[in-house]
């Protein structure tokens, strides 16, 4: 959930979508904690310096927002929230169509990860990432001016990025070096762009040319 709360309209706008897509594709989706694993962190980390407890509450977190999605997907998404990449893919064939919704997996990894272990596992093509601005850039656009986006990276690029970047529970990251240390073997391409442009999304599961940051492209 982001800070200023629940978007229903958006959230509907894009449960229509995923489903519209899922006609044509196969999808799985992966969520973050977002605001409940901040506050449960930050709240925990008063307590506790332990980082594997603290990533389980950002774990707990995303798998609340993912029951929320299964919620709002009714009968087009899989009602079990898998835990691991193997859960996973048991489910897919218990499940057959549905689409199946993720949150976290295990501590000392982020939702990245869970996403890349899936798309390895399941033998996806790519991953696409949302984030609420439209590239990677080389530092926080919400708070420097200067901030250059990364229109385009190679997976080594994206795995020094990653090892820089994953210090605490749930500090932010383009993408974590699990997830990068994966992608750097399995050469599965990577979009980031910003999740609430639809459009541009629809752009990039049709093959056509999209704005965000390619990563492995």
């Not at 997907?73 to 929230?81: R, S, T, V």
């Amino acid at each position: 959930m982001p800070e200023s709360g629940a978007d229903i309209d958006f959230i509907r706008e894009t449960m229509t979508f995923l489903v519209t897509q899922s006609q044509n594709h196969e999808l799985a989706i992966v969520v973050g904690g977002g605001k409940y694993s901040r506050e449960g962190g930050k709240l925990a980390r008063e307590f506790t310096a332990d980082e594997d407890h603290l990533d389980m509450i950002g774990i707990l977190g995303a798998r609340l927002n993912a029951a929320i999605l299964v919620a709002a997907l009714g009968d087009h998404a899989c009602p079990e929230i898998p835990r691991s990449e193997e859960e996973f893919m048991e489910l897919t064939k218990k499940y057959p169509g549905k689409i199946i919704i993720s949150g976290g997996f295990r501590p000392r990894q982020r939702t990245d990860a869970v996403a890349v272990e899936i798309a390895k596992a399941w033998g996806a093509k790519m991953v696409v990432k949302g984030t609420n601005v439209d590239f990677a850039y080389d530092k926080d656009p919400n708070e420097f001016e200067n901030a250059k986006p990364l229109k385009k990276l190679t997976f080594r690029e994206l795995q020094e990025i990653g090892e820089s970047e994953h210090l605490t529970a749930n500090s932010p990251t383009i993408m974590d070096s699990k997830a990068s240390e994966i992608l750097v073997k399995s050469k599965i391409k990577v979009a980031i762009v910003n999740g609430k442009n639809l459009e541009n999304i629809a752009k990039i599961l049709a093959g056509e040319n999209f704005k965000g940051t390619q990563v492995g492209f």
